[in-house]
């Protein structure tokens, strides 16, 4: 059975990732909190962001597919929230596909992955971005609502570093670009750019969010290997019908527009530490458009981790 667990926020936190500032990085509710929060009823947690225990080591986040919005809580803006990347931009149906993605990922394993869904829209909170940025200034109870989306990943994070002693974190977005997923792992398109030989011979894996993956791959790969080659998550999902960026035969976007990775993948991967890799995945619209083609996607794209993760563990 799938259910919300307050008491889970309290569990003990991993050391989050180096890039990170650790004075504004998310911290834990005490159950005092929680329970004021709930018995004053100004900020219903449960309102704002959903949790889903899971039982595998998989765990699916989605910042961005929130709708709800509240009169009594304030709006980001350029002034409250002095973000060099300032956006309030809706990823339409990305919580509708996370949803076929579960159910996929069900049919396909009996499993269900650990999911953390914003419902509020970001014109109030970006879940993916610091709290200084994410935060208008002043508005504790968006604050709160920060706190425990984070905290719940974290949950999610240390129940599958413990129970499983390694996993794969999949934050969910859209996009608009040309490329039909892009698939972020804390590198630029000039570092996609070099070769396989340049990659695997530098210390470029360290500023990525799967060291560990590629430290701990049970058919030995290499770097280039676990982020482009045929054993890579792009390399599953293109032989199951979802074209991407990296993957064989398509090393790096290039000069396209390329989104490849922010907060939740640097803070939450093994770029800083941690059994935890992480892979930012945007999903151009026409995978998000319609029913139909959301189901069809997400059949692809659950298959393609069941895939990469039985090849990789």
Known sequence: MRFYRWFLILCASLGLAACQDPDDGPRHLTPEEIEKYKQEQTVKIEKYVEYRQGNCPVILTVPHGGTVVESFLTLRNTS??????????????TRELADEIDKAFYQQTGKHPYMVIALIKRNHVDFNRKRQYAVPAGDDNVGKIYDAYHAYITTARNEVTQQYGHGLLLDIHGQSHSEDIELGYLLPPSTLDLSDAKLDSGTYVSSSSIPHLVRTNKAGHSFSQMLRGNDSFGGFLHRNGLECV???????????????????????????????DAIQCEFRYSYRDTQAERVRAAAAFAKSITEFTQAAW
Do not use: E, H, I
């Open 80 to 93: 409250n929230c002095p973000d060099p990347d300032f956006a309030t931009d809706l990823d339409y149906n």
């Open 246 to 276: 990296p993957r064989p035969g398509y090393p790096s976007p290039g000069n396209n527009p390329y989104f490849y990775g922010g907060y939740t993948t640097c803070t939450y991967g093994s770029y800083g530490g941690g059994v935890v």
